[in-house]
């Protein structure tokens, strides 16, 4: 890998942040994605909507090459859900719910059981199968505040949504509440995925706010705290969707492909805009950039918008297993999904010469105040590929409010700045421009 001038690189990464901070369409394409199609659960009608506006957006970028790649997909539907909490002899109290993803409901029936209340899973773990028989168990637990990287944080709390239904349901309990995972000082429930052990029955799971979750912690007494819950969520057959893969052709080393790109589908609330519009927007702007400022990269730059991250893969596991299958050669895969907020890093994945290769243009990324380059986050979607060794990195940006709107009806168009979405375009377009211009030895 021999490198050119820092100073003739910064000069063109210069350009492309001009092209896209003046004349940018990644928020316009955001604005249209969340407000024209709205939230889009794979299998969903939306979600195939998702897909057309995709492929358009894709062309209108001036992509080389537009295609679709198509991708058997989960179908789980929310449906009615409502849940009320009963404090001793008092009347029945209503809060804001919402099912966990790939959950059962209650068939629309009314399950109403004594709560038992717990803060962590080890304190669980001490309760006998008759104390939990029957019964809803709330598991209280905070996502922890003092840990300033937020994603850290996630990781922590995490189990409490993805396996605590199965540690309840093995020990009889009738359903589980969550305290959402949530940095936010609100009453917004979160959702998310989760799957079921097949040694367990598949019980209803749910979350609820932090407001909603301080106070039935507040008001907790044991034997005397019910859940009232109706639910009609359920999982339905298979849905043919598709990958949207739009590519620029490498001018000097085609063969060599770089991937960016981010997933279409997002949760059944909200716009789906931070989780994750943003990341598909600006994968898609990295093309159009490079296009309108009539740079040739040397290498093949393909942007991807994949089908089923929240609840399946199967959209990255089937990119993954169609370039293997055609032997293609991919030098490094970049995923942007941790929402549209002002990029400060760039996490990479990868063995210690090809990182060191990208660290060294850490001086050109400063002015556009990316600054960490030490971080090991790829991203789910493109996981597979990393373990087909294929090298990967992810867009960092500042995590700090991401986890207010995660998963929720509050992550619609109007919370991403544009200003901060364009400028993790910027920082992306950076970073295929200077792989794609020498390559990853």
Known sequence: MSFG?????????RKLSDEIMLRGTCYENLRVLCKTVGHRLSGSPQAAKAVTWGETAMKEAG????????????????????????????PGIGVPVLSIGNTV?????????????????????????????????????????????????????????????????????????????????????HTGSMRYADSVKKIPAVAIGNKSADLLEKKYVAGQTKAMLTSECKMLEDVLSYNVIGEIKGSEHPEEIIVVGGHLDSWDVGEGAHDDGAGCVQSIEVIRALKASGIKPKRTVRAVLFMNE???????????????????????????DAGGFSPRG?????????????????????????YDFEGEEGGADISPMSKDGIPTSGLRPDSQRYFDYHHTNA???????????KLGAVALSALVYLVSEYGLK
């Open 5 to 13: 001038s820092q100073g003739q690189d910064s000069v063109v990464v």
């Open 63 to 90: 992509a080389d090459r537009v295609w679709l790649q198509p991708v058997r997909v989960p179908h789980w539907v929310r449906g009615k859900e409502r849940l009320a909490l009963k404090f001793g002899n008092e």
């Open 105 to 189: 409901g209650t068939d629309g029936n009314l399950l109403e059981a004594e709560i038992v209340m717990v803060n962590s899973i080890e304190e669980f773990n001490k309760l006998s199968k008759d104390q939990v028989k029957d019964k809803i168990v709330y598991f209280n637990y905070r996502f922890r505040q003092d840990l300033l990287e937020t994603f850290e944080g996630y990781g922590d709390a995490g189990k409490y949504r993805w396996s605590a239904p199965n540690s309840a349901s093995a020990k009889g309990a009738a359903g589980v509440i969550i305290r959402s995972l949530s940095t936010g000082e609100d009453d917004y429930p």
């Open 310 to 336: 929240e609840n399946g893969l199967k959209g990255g596991i089937t990119y993954a297993d169609s370039a293997k299958a055609k032997k293609e050669k991919h030098i490094l895969a970049i995923e942007t």
């Open 346 to 370: 760039i996490g990479l994945n990868m063995e210690a010469s090809k990182k060191k290769q990208i660290q060294r243009f850490r001086d050109i990324f400063l002015p556009y105040g990316v």
């Open 411 to 421: 992550d619609v168009f109007e919370a991403v700045n544009h200003r901060e979405l």
